[in-house]
């Protein structure tokens, strides 16, 4: 393929971070041809100086998330974990979130954290007339305390495999 893939303007998903989904073409975002690539995806991402992600979990990818400058913590709770623990990533390191897993990226530190995500398969975001249709990553407004009391039962159903299917589906269709 003779093509330079660049990182391009991000935009703020709804977890609360900047993403560029500069080699995904399962994101509508990117504008790449819908069967380019399969197996994996590649998103830069930003995490501001000072802020954290909501809390969100992808029921279908794994992710890595690795650290190309800066700082970060991630707070995750794994399905088999009987609590949430966190994580010191810095530059040139990474962590690996695995479907099932709830997850926040936080930065405390004064300059951004510059990431890339690698994710496996192909990260699924579909938006039209700028609504999010279907998102791999579901985003909760519970706060840890408030999740770990509902026995790990957030109040947004997380999606089935056809809902994701039918996101592909219709993806699919509009690149044709």
Same mark, same amino acid.
């Given at each position: ?160 495999? +056809?809902?994701?299917?039918?996101? +592909? ?6 690149? +044709?």
């Amino acid at each position: 393929m003779k093509q330079v893939f660049k990182v391009v303007e991000p935009y703020r998903v709804p977890d609360g971070t900047l993403v560029s989904p500069f080699l995904n073409c399962k994101d509508s975002m990117s504008g790449l041809p819908f069967d380019l690539l399969d197996g994996f995806s590649l998103a830069a991402g930003t995490i501001e100086p000072k802020t954290r992600s909501k809390i969100h979990l992808m029921s279908f990818v794994t992710q890595v998330t690795f650290v190309r400058q800066g700082n970060l913590q991630v707070r995750m709770k794994g399905p088999r974990d009987d609590d949430s623990y966190s994580l010191s990533v810095r530059t040139d390191e990474a962590v690996i979130t695995e479907p099932g897993t709830f997850f926040q990226l936080v930065n405390d530190e004064p300059e951004s954290c510059e990431v890339l995500y690698i994710v496996s398969p192909a990260y699924l975001f579909e938006m039209s007339n700028e609504h999010v249709v279907y998102d791999d990553s579901v985003v909760f407004e519970e706060n840890w305390d408030n999740l770990k009391s509902s026995g790990w039962r957030p109040a947004v159903q997380l999606p089935a495999i +056809e809902q994701r299917q039918g996101a +592909e589906h219709r993806m699919s269709i509009r690149s +044709e």
